[in-house]
């Protein structure tokens, strides 16, 4: 089966790589977007799933656009088109080109969370569980018949990163299965219930500030879902002070939200719901601290704030 891979982040790569381990399989090209300024120092980096199709000896295009994606898969031959994060709309006229269509693999209960940050929205939700759809890919947003769709459950201590990789780990196994019987005419997709749909957004940086006024569930979840990017913040004495790891207390007191108050070697910041309690803190210009250090050194800035 020939086939061309469309991805770019680091999820990708697991699911080309498991791809190409399967003599059955032949990957003819991988599909990405440019080469991007990354940190601050704007150093032009590849995608992960670039070097990834390098290393595999892969030949990789980056289009800028759809006319040149048009460019470069005019005259393709191909079984399947599989997509993974790629992060740009394709045309139908393109989806249509693969002999057994374009397959899309996304991180959502679909049509739960159709767009870009699935994995986010479902930990920002504190939901149970979660999983991975494979889709007949049509022109709009997720939004193409179901081939297969696989739970797990999202256990108290997952974040952005295990859930991912969890999320990848399944896409990985069930995805060759799901080929080779589409490939003999034994899967067939069914369309999905498009009332049901919801949707998340793209994620901007300012998502990450705190509002004292949610609860301290809710923030909690924040951390889970924007580590390390784009990070959960607040500010603190006139500096941005980002919040890695945190506890929190289910108190009924009624506290001011965004109350910063010490207790012994504790930061406890009150919500409109019980207490945040942060355990690992970066202050805007220095590195990573537990909680303890931070208080040793920049106490003066909790009284200031308050």
């Known amino acids: 089966m020939k086939i061309v891979f469309f991805g770019t982040p680091e999820i990708a790569v697991p699911i080309l790589e498991k791809l190409v381990q399967i003599q059955d399989f032949d990957v003819i090209s991988v599909i990405t977007q440019p080469d991007r300024p990354v940190g601050r120092k704007g150093h032009i980096t590849p995608p992960p799933i670039k070097t990834s199709a390098n290393n595999l000896g892969i030949d990789v295009f980056q289009p800028k656009n759809k006319k040149k994606l048009d460019e470069i898969l005019e005259g393709t031959e191909a079984d399947f ?104 005419g034994g899967l067939e997709p069914i369309e999905q219930p498009h009332k049901q749909a919801t949707f ?47 506890d929190i207390y289910e108190d009924k007191d009624n506290n001011t939200p965004g109350q910063f108050i010490i207790d012994d070697k504790i930061l406890k910041i009150s919500t409109s719901k019980g207490y945040f309690v942060p355990k690992k803190v970066q202050l805007e210009g220095k590195k990573e601290m537990d909680i303890e250090t931070f208080l040793n050194g920049y106490s003066s800035l909790i009284k200031s704030s308050n």
């Open 200 to 246: 998340c957004k793209k994620i901007k940086k300012s998502d990450g500030a705190i509002d004292w006024n949610l609860s301290a569930k809710e923030i909690l979840n924040m951390i889970r879902a924007y580590t390390p990017w784009p990070s959960v913040f607040t500010e603190i004495g006139g500096k941005k002070l980002k919040i890695l790891k945190a």
């Open 81 to 184: 088109f599989i997509v993974v994060a790629f992060g740009m709309i394709i045309p139908q006229h393109i989806l249509d080109i693969p002999k057994y269509g374009s397959i899309n693999i996304h991180y959502s209960l679909l049509p739960k969370y159709r767009g870009a940050s699935p994995i986010q929205e479902s930990l920002l939700h504190g939901d149970k569980e979660t999983g991975v759809t494979l889709i007949k890919m049509d022109e709009e947003l997720d939004h193409g018949p179901i081939y297969l769709m696989k739970r797990i459950e999202i256990e108290d201590n997952d974040n952005l990163l295990t859930l991912s990789i969890k999320l990848t780990n399944l896409s990985s196994q069930i995805l060759p299965l799901a080929l080779e019987d589409i490939y003999q």
